[in-house]
């Protein structure tokens, strides 16, 4: 008795030191997911901090008279409107004269002021002869100030506005003449080297090009693969060998896939470079692997007992798998094609070895035209030495941030949905 009354002690005292040992794995785990979170909200903090300001631009109102000797029928297109803009700053600042002091004046005003009144004429000319009240873009350093990220209390040679400058920023303020509005240029413009006027509407398109061709491509050739593979083909050294290279594929860094469509698709059969058709192509490669392997688990989920009651009822095996097996696997499919697309959708140095890295201020228009790529506009912006591009920056990953998560989320959501558990 007495041994064993030693041997539940024993028993007991291992229990409780597995047990304390289970609390601390579950201990360390949550701190664990804890600190990822964490880490993720800061990241999160910064990147919104940083690029709210993007979806807000100063705009000034300045009063243009569309003077029947500078604009007429006839040279709608072509007229001083540059001049229009200026003469109505000096008509609001009547005691600047210096050469340098209206350099200064006409910085307040961005240069884009010139192409919105052109376009507000050629739109329509009734307007020539009358004077009109115009909301103008300012320029970025006006824009910094009036966001609160240029310090006034610094010397004049610290920052980008002279001190004449910011009491004419104080004046317009007090006449109401100035203030911040919705950017919608950042969502419908390409972009452009100043950034009061810079969007992401021609990488979007870009994007979206891209993107289409992707999964064009590699959706029919990435299931027939794997139907192939998992259903048809013999299971010897060479089918082996193909699943050890899908799988290093899969793990292979997305340079090497850019370097291999400047090789081919652009040296060797000519294709135009820095377009969504080419971009398309190279994704394409990158994101093949991602969809066998995954729609290639979704076939193996689906039971045996399916493949055989339709062999038994006197199918043929393409009919087993055209009719039974592939509809079963598809959502797991669907679902490996929104991954691999939004790992596509997020990928730069591919793109960069195609020349997807072009400063290209049109949208495009279809798959040939010139186009860059939303995490390419990204990479330039950033690169920039303008302040103002930064807040850009941020914006941008913003709204590519959202776009991953509304693919992933999507991915999950047809998961739950369809997903049969056997």
């Known amino acids: 008795m007495k041994e064993s009354g030693r041997t539940i002690d024993i028993v007991k005292q291992g229990l409780s030191r597995r047990y304390r040992a289970e609390r601390r794995f579950k201990t360390y785990g949550l701190c664990a997911i804890l600190i990822s979170f964490i880490f993720l909200a800061l990241l999160f903090i910064s990147i919104v901090g940083k690029g709210y300001s993007a979806f807000f631009r100063t705009v000034i109102r300045l009063d243009i008279t569309f003077d029947p000797e500078v604009v007429s029928r006839d040279n709608l ?41 052109r376009g507000m004429a050629m739109e329509d000319p009734g307007v020539i002869g009358k004077t009109v009240s115009v909301w103008v873009p300012a320029d970025d350093d006006v824009d910094i100030l009036m966001k609160g990220q240029m310090q006034r209390d610094v010397p004049e040679s610290e920052r980008r506005l002279t001190d004449t400058q910011l009491k004419w920023v104080d004046r317009l303020e007090n006449e109401h003449r100035i203030e911040k509005r919705l950017n919608t240029a950042f969502f419908t413009s ?69 370097l291999l469509g400047l090789a081919v698709f652009l040296n060797f059969f000519g294709l ?58 598809l959502p797991g499919m669907l679902t490996g094609t929104i991954i691999g697309m939004a790992q596509a959708l997020g990928e730069t140095a591919p793109l960069l070895m195609i020349g997807m890295v072009a400063f290209i201020v049109d949208i495009p228009h279809g798959f040939t035209d010139p186009a860059t790529a939303l995490p390419v506009q990204i990479y330039l912006w950033a690169d920039s030495p303008e302040r103002a591009f930064t807040a850009l920056t941020s914006g941008a990953i913003m709204v590519l941030l959202a776009f991953l998560i509304i693919m992933n989320g999507a991915a999950v959501i047809l998961r739950k949905k369809f997903e049969r558990r056997w």
């Open 272 to 329: 135009p470079r820095s377009t969504p058709l080419v971009g398309g192509l190279v994704l394409t490669l990158m994101t093949l692997p991602t969809i066998i392997i995954a729609s290639r688990a979704s076939l193996k989920s689906v039971p045996p007992s399916i493949r055989d009651a339709a062999l038994g009822i006197g199918a043929s095996k393409t009919q087993m798998v055209a009719h039974h097996v592939l509809p079963l696997a």
């Open 77 to 117: 297109s072509k007229a001083n409107y540059s001049g229009l803009v200026k003469k109505s700053l000096r008509q609001l600042f009547p005691d600047v004269s210096g050469r340098r002091d209206k350099r200064q004046l006409y910085g307040l005003v961005s240069s884009g002021a010139a192409f919105q009144i």
């Open 190 to 258: 390409g972009d452009s080297r100043e950034p009061e006027l810079a969007g992401i509407w021609g990488a979007v398109m870009g994007s979206f090009y891209t993107l289409l061709v992707t999964l064009a491509l590699s959706f029919p050739i990435g299931v027939a693969a794997a139907v192939y593979l998992e259903e048809f083909a013999p299971k010897n050294r060479w089918t082996d060998l193909i699943e050890v290279n899908i799988n290093n594929l899969a793990a292979v860094p997305s340079i090497v896939f850019g």
